[in-house]
């Protein structure tokens, strides 16, 4: 267990429709971070929050957006689902200081 | 910007082999650089991670890899491959800044295969 909990774990909707993935960061990181995996992109940097807002973003779509609530935890709301958005979804979290980094196991969704 | 480049989408290797997975990164400021690594239908591990200090870091399982920034490198080794190695590895770097640092810029990855 990283101590980034993510759910759900898996995710199967139609096109056109709206999903919001979940995470919870590991106890005390501020920073909250949504990367997209797919095997035609790779790894690819979503988003960042940082203690409440926004402060980097990457190749985010204008049909996903994201929010860091009071109590840390992140949100990543993704609309009008297209097949290419099919992928597994990362959270990471970190806390001040050097880059560290940890994942949580992911969200796979599938857009039928 | 910055950008990973992760040479060789496949390496194989004998089991008891040197395992050598090579990064080379581009970066306008000096560079945080990690490599982590994800087994089948799981998360993303870290291994290790430069940020500061010893250009040479050590990592969990074996593993350690040497900033060299006059190549602008960040190759993975492992003296000795262990069937439990196979899984993909990708390096990633990402610049310091003032509140915790940014996202993470990924390679491609490198998918290792140990041949028993």
């Known amino acids: 267990d990283s101590g980034v909990t993510q759910t759900p774990k898996h995710l199967i909707t139609a096109t056109g429709q709206r999903v919001t993935l979940r995470c919870s960061p590991r106890s005390g990181d501020l920073s909250v971070y949504w990367y997209q995996q797919s095997l035609d992109q790779g790894l690819q940097f979503l988003i960042q929050y940082y203690n409440g807002e926004e402060r980097a973003k990457g190749n985010i779509l204008e049909r996903f957006s994201a929010q860091q609530f009071p109590d840390l935890h992140s949100e990543l709301n993704l ?3 297209e097949l290419g958005d099919s992928a597994l979804y990362f959270c990471a979290s970190s806390g001040q200081g050097q880059g560290g980094y940890t994942f949580g196991s992911g969200t796979r969704l599938t857009v039928v | 910007a910055q ?26 400021v000096p560079p945080y650089l990690f490599w982590y690594v994800q ?3 799981q998360g993303l591990q870290l291994l ?3 940020t500061t200090g010893a250009t040479l870091v050590k990592g969990i399982n074996g593993f350690e890899a040497e900033f060299k920034k006059s190549e602008t490198s960040f190759h993975l080794t492992k003296p000795s491959a262990h069937m439990s190695d196979a899984a993909e590895y990708f390096c990633a770097v990402t610049k310091p800044s003032g509140g915790g640092a940014d996202g993470l810029t990924f390679g491609k990855g490198t998918h290792l295969i140990i041949q028993p």
Not at chain 2, 4 to 28: D, F, P
Request: charged letters at 10%.
């Open chain 2, 39 to 41: 087994y089948p239908n």
């Open chain 2, 3 to 28: 950008s990973v480049t992760q040479l060789g989408s496949h390496v194989s290797v004998s089991e008891g082999a040197l395992v050598l997975l090579r990064c080379n990164y581009s970066s306008s």
């Open chain 1, 79 to 81: 609309s009008s689902l």
């Open chain 2, 48 to 50: 290790l991670k430069y």
